[in-house]
């Protein structure tokens, strides 16, 4: 079990929904990984990101997709490639990454509550 966490810092990270624009294999990175172009609204706008989610997903199969991600965080530097956000997901039984969304549409942008 990690450590107390106040709601008043739960509420400093930002997570949002976003949509997948573009999708690309990102063979430059120690592993495996996928870069991804996300759209999180008008206030956001379009960020991107690398993931770790090959093992459940190819770039085509993203396109369209919408994805929870913080949106907070400063941007770092993956290999060559500048993350903006960081995309959220859980391991499977294997530790393979499935990625979180709202099992229904939602809004571009709207803050996970």
Known sequence: MSNDLGFDDFLKVDI???????????????????????DFGGEIGERKTSAQIT???TPETLIGRQVMAVVNFPPRQIGKFMSEVL???VPDA?????????????PNGGRMH
């Open 16 to 38: 949002r929904v976003g949509t997948v624009l573009r999708a690309e294999p990102y063979p430059e990175a120690r592993k495996p990984a996928i870069k991804l172009w996300v």
């Open 55 to 57: 093992d459940h997903y």
């Open 87 to 89: 995309v959220l997901g």
């Open 94 to 106: 294997d530790g393979a990454i499935v990625l979180l969304a709202p099992d229904q549409a939602v």
